[in-house]
């Protein structure tokens, strides 16, 4: 898999742009930040009518973390882009930062602004961001990780048609992750940094251990040279006196022997954790999550990163709402098989590390390759549930819903499931 020149000018592009949120982060106050650049490449058409279009992105963690949230902060910056629209951003909406601020706060002050559509990033923001989409039912909402829109889904809300669903297919850059972490491991102990336990969490951590025991067999490799332990921090980033402290877990994985940690809070501490030890002597690496230049954290303990690329899929309805064709649906999109890393067409992304040798880089390659055509198909059974009960029967293959509502962690995983 080769690196496109349009990589090369996407982190380009982050660079410059990280650095400028970095000077300007609106982290520890509540007056939001209002950005706003005319994209060149978009047609006319597109220039005029988004010049006048306004979004506001609601942010969970601090909009230059390096990992979620900086995603889709760069997601709101690609789309000002390509349409001249107005992007206003309020970051470290939580509980613990900000808890005197709801969603639904946000939500009105980002509309008395002139937002005509808004963005909430996180899980977390589920009773906030449905009743904002319920007091504002003319204005256009999208959530990202929910599954109220999801007609089949468990929390379906037929009654907030305004208010739509976007999550990446991240079970995919998870399986990539996997494979990497196992082609390195020279241990066979690969440790999970985990956020916080719930159906999503568990389907991401289940598939970097499935990713784990292809690549480990496909090595030639004995599964019961292989373990996998998860901890979880209880949050989706450290909250001091919180959440256990993603630093302090992360080390503990590596000195009871783990030579690989995968991340999956939304912050670095796994790897800039991997980068110091690393750079002491010891053999240990890491595999940040969400944010494509995640491994400049580190890149000598880097094996590579698993990013969402929320740009074209937030243009996408951004440019609906700015026509009036807007439809709240649920989406759960992909990677582009074709060109995983395409900026412009491609959900998830999976980039190398430094630290990734080329022969495992090769394998990996491999890897995503059979995943892109059905040769390689991670989540079909037999497969159980970690107390033993059946997840999925022999050669039953997953489905949409079974994946995304998983109850427990699987069979061979050490850590707790709820």
């Not at 047609?43 to 990992?67: C, H, K, W, Y």
């Not at 979620?68 to 709101?76: K, L, N, P």
């Not at 990539?176 to 066979?188: K, Y």
Request: glycine letters at 10%; aromatic letters at 10%.
């Amino acid at each position: 898999m080769k690196h496109s020149k349009r990589i090369t000018r996407l982190l380009v592009l982050l660079a410059a742009i990280a650095m400028v949120a970095a000077a300007c982060s609106s982290s520890g106050d509540d007056t939001t930040t209002t950005t706003a650049d005319a994209g060149e490449s978009a047609t006319t058409t597109v220039e005029q009518a988004g010049e006048s279009f306004t979004f506001g992105m609601i942010l969970v963690g601090p909009e230059n973390d390096r990992g979620w949230s900086q995603a889709h902060f760069e997601a709101g910056k690609y789309v000002e882009e390509m349409t001249g629209a107005t992007m206003i951003s309020l970051d470290t909406v939580n509980p613990a930062d900000r808890p005197e601020t709801s969603v639904e706060q946000v939500v009105s002050d980002m509309i008395d602004q002139g937002a005509q559509m808004i963005f909430a990033t996180s899980d977390d923001m589920k009773d906030g961001i449905e009743a904002a989409a319920a007091e504002h039912p003319d204005v256009p909402m999208v959530w990202s990780t929910g599954d109220s829109a999801w007609v089949d889904g468990k929390a379906y809300r037929e009654d907030l048609p305004n208010l739509g669903n976007i999550m990446g297919r991240m079970i995919y850059g998870k399986q990539i992750a996997g494979c990497a972490a196992a082609l390195a491991s020279e241990t066979g102990r690969i440790a999970y940094l985990g956020p916080l336990i719930n159906d999503e969490t568990r389907r991401l951590a289940s598939s970097v251990f499935l990713g784990a025991q292809q690549c480990w067999q496909d090595a030639g490799k004995d599964l019961a040279d292989l373990s996998f332990e998860v901890n979880w921090i209880g949050f989706w980033f450290n909250i001091p006196g919180v959440t256990l402290d993603p630093t302090e877990v992360t080390n503990a994985f590596f000195d009871s022997g783990a030579d690989v940690v995968v991340s999956g809070i939304d912050t670095t501490e796994a790897i800039v954790v991997a980068g110091q030890r690393k750079a002491a002597g010891e053999a240990v690496w890491a595999i940040p999550y969400d944010f494509i230049g995640a491994c400049s954290e580190a890149p000598e303990a880097c094996l590579g990163v698993p990013y969402f690329n929320w740009g074209p899929s937030y243009l996408s309805v951004v440019q609906d709402a700015i026509d009036g064709s807007f439809n709240g649906g649920f989406d759960w999109v992909g990677p582009d098989w074709a060109d995983i890393n395409n900026p412009d067409t491609s959900m998830i992304g999976w980039i190398p590390g430094d630290a990734l040798s080329a022969d495992a880089t090769a394998a990996v390659d491999n890897f995503v390759t059979g995943l892109g055509d059905d040769a390689i198909i991670l989540f079909e059974g037999p497969l159980n549930y970690q107390d033993g009960t059946p997840f999925l029967t022999d050669g039953e293959i997953g489905t949409d819903a079974q994946i995304w509502y998983m109850e427990q962690l699987l069979e061979g995983m050490e850590g707790a499931s709820s």
